[in-house]
């Protein structure tokens, strides 16, 4: 980690990716490969995993060690849910959810592709593509991750032969072809031996394109935010007791896209007043022009009514105000999705109550097939459902912005988070 | 070309803010702990932010185990009177007068395991429903599986087999009585992160952060500042050396490393180039390999 200079550091982007596989397909080993050949291992963590290595009789340090976690999980042999691990390179600060690929690989993979730019998908080269991959770009496809990297693995067990790679890229691109994906990028690598994680493989001379993490660090990813429409969901309202700011009134939140400047008219959902923006702020220090995913405080020029929940856009581009609507719902409990029932929903700031209304029809997310017959939604189930809420939401269709177009539904008597919503 | 884009760190900053914010409007009486280390430092300077020009709208609370550098007790007094913050002292000491705590005896006798008695005592008197910390997930691997939001059952105890999902930034603070929330907006951060982000800002820190002469007692591989709080053996000796901290906890089990920092430039390089890991000077997490993960389930920090 020598060669970070004070300015360069300032100079990076945070990449947030999320990993899927099989437990065989080796993603721990990925990742622990990601980590120790970008020196992010320190000594004190390797000792730890050579003693472990050493303790279980293995011949070499096995690298996924270091993506082990608790006590609990080691017993039981199972990974809990999503694990959060950090590295970084001159150029980018990444974040992994790292998530599990056993039984509730739904529930997880959906969490941990929530906030993701990328999705890193791994393929046995000796299996080629199977449902469980198509299972997991179709989740990247829903949850609308910008960049997907497809890791054919295991290319030294397949001596590492160019026609073992191109038919699993053929296969992908066959299955793929009902999904929304952006950008699709495949890589032959051996995450055991390091082909093409962080150094070029000297096996594969066919093989011309850049190393997993030279993508990593160069994925076009300023882009991924909506800078279009102008969406400010009010968090708070700052009201200092102070005398000198006696008529200070500020809205803070975070922006969920779009620029807003000083002197822009906007307009306050659900009210519809009409007002001017009076300065940006943070911390005293006044902003030019704010965008996703600053945290702000906005003042107006006049005295509105406004609290938590309320939305502020340009009064020129509003987003949907209604009460039902449709949404792509993955479910993550094991209560099962009741038609009729009654839930808390919550958006951007916004709580509210809903009920369903109908399940219009359940995805087999194998065969990507619509079943309009069975209606029992159960855990790691995605479904299409439509809902009614208590109050108006201000939303926009999930494809067009993540931040005003996901909801979570929450079960009022045990208040677990037991829906993840899409809205259409 | 980086127009319209955040560097990482005002992108975690932004994150960080929002968390804070979520806190204060989700819940009645949120609080967050300071215990005068970096993080916690960070942590008080984001919440300024977050609600300039207010004040912060909740009280800070440490836990004081009566164990500490007094520079760290001398930054603390000084910072709350700056920044205008309600502060809150619960001392482990009292725990133990009350019969509530019993002292570690021994050598290595701490009171870092003690401390969360005397919290959750603290978060119950006070009616606390959301405690923000500044316990970040690349410190330790129970840390790695926190959310940001995370229960806390009557009993103030953590159940990382039944943590709620937590998806895109929709924080779910809803709680049944007598249940409570920990909260941790620097979750996402490194140590480097932490220490570029007090250089960026310029934000005051301890002294004993930066390099200084001081008796130190060699201990299984550790550098402990000599105090009156640890016991020298016989076979140890207690030395001058010249020596920094590269966290800060209480005096029986934080070590020291060896080092002529005296700049946050420095202090980043050495960072840089570490290759132990900060909580490396710790002997808390050195009883055991799952010793975080069982005073996070008992319910510490």
């Known amino acids: 980690m020598s060669d970070f200079s004070k300015d360069g550091y300032l100079n990076m982007e945070l990449l947030r990716f999320t990993t899927a596989g099989s437990v065989d397909d080796g993603k721990s080993t990925l990742i622990g490969r990601l980590l120790y050949d970008s020196k992010q291992i320190f000594e004190d963590q390797l000792e730890a995993i050579e003693q472990r290595s050493l303790q279980r009789g293995f011949e070499h340090v096995d690298l996924s060690l270091l993506t082990d976690g608790l006590k609990a999980e080691r017993e039981q042999g199972i990974t809990i849910d999503v694990a959060y691990r950090y590295f970084a390179t001159p150029k980018r600060k990444f974040i992994i959810a790292d998530t599990p690929g056993h039984i509730q690989y739904t ?193 107006l020029d006049k005295d509105v009514d406004i609290s938590r929940g309320d939305m502020i856009v340009r009064e020129n581009n509003v987003p949907n105000v209604m009460q039902e609507f449709d949404v792509m719902v993955c479910w993550l409990n094991s209560t099962p999705l009741q038609v009729g029932g009654k839930y808390a929903i919550r958006h951007t700031s916004k709580d509210a109550r809903c009920i369903i209304k109908d399940i219009r029809y359940k995805i087999d997310i194998s065969t990507l097939h619509r079943n309009e017959e069975d209606k029992k939604i159960g855990m790691n189930d995605i479904a299409r459902i439509s809902i009614k809420t208590t109050v108006p939401i201000f939303f926009d269709s999930y494809r067009k912005n993540r931040h005003t177009g996901s909801i979570i539904l929450i079960d009022e008597s045990t208040n677990e988070t037991i829906g993840a919503g899409m809205i259409v | 070309m980086i127009l319209y884009h955040l560097n990482h760190l005002r992108e975690l900053e932004a994150e960080a803010i929002y968390i804070i914010r979520e806190t204060a409007s989700q819940f009645e009486r949120p609080a967050m702990l300071f215990s005068g280390g970096k993080d916690s430092i960070v942590m008080t300077h984001l919440a300024r932010k977050a609600f300039y020009p207010a004040r912060i709208p909740f009280p800070l609370l440490h836990i004081d185990t009566g164990h500490n550098f007094p520079e760290t007790i001398e930054f603390r007094d000084k910072m709350v009177e700056e920044i205008g913050a309600n502060l809150i002292v619960r001392n482990v000491q009292d725990s133990i007068n009350s019969g509530r705590a019993k002292e570690e005896k021994g050598p290595n006798a701490s009171r870092n395991m003690l401390q969360t008695i005397t919290l959750l005592d603290a978060l119950e008197e006070l009616k606390t429903d959301a405690a923000m910390g500044g316990a970040r997930r690349d410190e330790e691997k129970a840390r790695a599986k926190e959310r940001f939001f995370s229960h806390r059952d009557e009993f103030g105890q953590w159940d990382p087999k039944n943590q709620r999902p937590e998806l895109w930034m929709l924080l779910n603070g809803r709680k049944h009585q007598g249940e409570h929330f920990r909260v941790f907006p620097l979750s996402n951060w490194t140590e480097m992160d932490v220490w570029m982000y007090i250089a960026m800002e310029k934000i005051d820190i301890p002294n004993i952060y930066f390099t200084h002469q001081r008796e130190i007692v060699m201990r299984d591989g550790m550098l402990l500042a000599n105090s009156e709080y640890i016991t020298v053996r016989e076979n140890e000796k207690a030395e001058m050396m010249t020596v920094r901290f590269r966290t800060i906890g209480d005096m029986t089990c934080t070590g020291a490393v060896l080092s002529p920092a005296n700049s946050l430039q420095q202090i980043i390089e050495e960072v840089a180039a570490s290759k132990t890991t900060e909580r490396g000077t710790r002997s808390d997490d050195k009883r055991s390999e799952t010793a975080m993960e069982d005073r996070k389930k008992a319910g510490y920090f």
């Not at chain 1, 991750?145 to 030294?156: A, E, Q, V, W």
């Not at chain 1, 067990?157 to 999904?179: G, I, T, W």
């Open chain 1, 107 to 299: 529930r997880n993979m959906v969490t941990g592709a929530s906030t993701a730019n990328a999705a890193l998908i791994l393929v046995d080269a000796r299996k080629g593509v199977l449902e469980q991959t198509i299972r997991h770009s179709f989740i990247a496809s829903l949850l609308q991750i910008p960049h997907l990297i497809i890791c054919i693995n295991k290319m030294d067990l397949v001596n590492y032969e160019e026609a073992a790679f191109e038919k699993a890229v053929d296969e992908f691109k066959q299955l793929s072809s009902k999904l929304d994906i952006k950008d699709v990028s495949f890589l032959p690598i051996s995450a055991l031996l390091g082909d093409n994680v962080v150094d070029k493989s000297k096996n594969m001379s066919w093989y011309n394109g850049p190393t997993l993490m030279y993508l990593l660090e160069h994925l076009h990813i300023s882009s991924d935010e909506n800078h279009i429409d102008c969406r400010f969901p009010v968090q708070y309202v700052i009201r200092p007791q102070q005398t000198e700011y006696h008529d200070y009134r500020g809205y803070a939140g975070r922006i969920s896209s779009g620029i807003f400047k000083p002197g822009d008219k906007i307009k306050v959902l659900p009210s519809e007043e009409i007002a001017t923006v009076k300065t940006i702020e943070l911390f005293g220090e006044e902003i030019a022009e704010a965008y996703s995913p600053m945290s702000v405080t906005i003042t």
